[in-house]
């Protein structure tokens, strides 16, 4: 029998990549999003993939849609081997004494609470089986912050903190925490980031060649095929120029 991956967040970036790479793998996908025909679009892809594919469209801020999506899985799905907490991004870059209130909610509502709500959806099952696989993508900017990221930043620390806390709450059992933490990877995330306009977002790659999405979904089906004794507790990917979330060097 196929094993089962969720992906939240996957009709763009990295978490379309993971889809594509787990799929490859073999997994049966349950793939998420806000976007119902960038989703259908993935899943028929994947489905040339030869998996079974599951599209979920809810909003990971929104409690009841997603506790209903989850629950409401049919008997075939329900047992989820691999959950990639992939969706969230950066709303603004503005200084902290003059961020904008509704791109903090927006931050910390999805890349936090949603990443907390699907954890304790989807966890249980895998406490019960003795068997599981979170793999949280947090970042570089979680290490440390840097100019006009705080609010975004701070929401990446707390995904390293969640990740960090989770694995001790289940280290009595044989599921893995995997905190993947990128560095520059050109998605739509700098799109996002500055509210749509593209020429500011082009400029955030200028002069340096950032990671794909591919990239970093490799680092994912490395640490869930790591043998189950292994647990990859972090991996820290940055681009060759890039030292941390400040230190860039562009040509
Ligand atoms: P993209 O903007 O390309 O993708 C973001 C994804 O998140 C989309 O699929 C979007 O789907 C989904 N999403 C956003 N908000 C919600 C929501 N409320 N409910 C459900 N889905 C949501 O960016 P990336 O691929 O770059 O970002 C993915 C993750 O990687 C984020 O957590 C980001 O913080 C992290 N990251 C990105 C880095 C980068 O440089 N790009 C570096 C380090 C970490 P939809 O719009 O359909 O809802
Ligand atoms: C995305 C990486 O450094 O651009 O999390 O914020 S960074």
């Not at 990671?211 to 991996?235: K, M, N, R, W, Y």
């Amino acid at each position: 029998m196929k094993k089962i991956a969720l992906v939240t967040g996957a009709t763009s970036g990295i978490g379309e990549a993971c889809a594509r790479k787990l799929a490859e793998n073999g997994y049966n996908m349950i793939i998420t999003g806000r976007r119902t025909e960038r989703l259908e679009a993935i899943a028929a892809e994947l489905h040339a993939l030869d998996v079974e594919v599951l599209p979920l469209v809810f909003d990971v801020r929104d409690r009841e849609a997603a506790t209903a999506a989850i629950q409401g899985l049919p008997d075939e799905w329900q047992e989820i081997d691999v959950l990639v907490n992939n969706a969230g991004g950066a709303w603004g870059l503005e200084p902290e004494y003059e961020g904008n209130y509704e791109d903090w909610d927006t931050m910390i509502d999805t890349n936090i609470k949603g990443l907390l709500t699907m954890t304790r959806l989807v966890v249980p099952g895998m406490v019960e089986r003795d068997h599981g696989h979170v793999v949280n993508i947090g970042s570089v900017a979680g290490d440390a912050a840097y100019g006009g990221g705080n609010v975004y930043c701070a929401t990446k620390s707390a995904v390293k903190a969640l990740s960090d806390g989770l694995r001790i709450d289940v280290a009595h059992t044989k599921v893995r925490v995997t905190n993947i933490k990128p560095g520059l990877v050109e998605t739509n995330f700098s799109v996002t980031r500055f509210h749509g306009d593209k020429d500011r977002a082009d400029g955030v790659y200028k002069g340096i060649q950032p990671l794909t999405g591919a990239d970093i979904a490799e680092c994912v089906a490395f640490a869930v095929s790591a043998p189950e004794h292994v647990q990859v507790a972090e991996l820290l990917v940055l681009a060759t120029h890039q030292a941390s979330g400040s230190v860039i060097h562009r040509q």
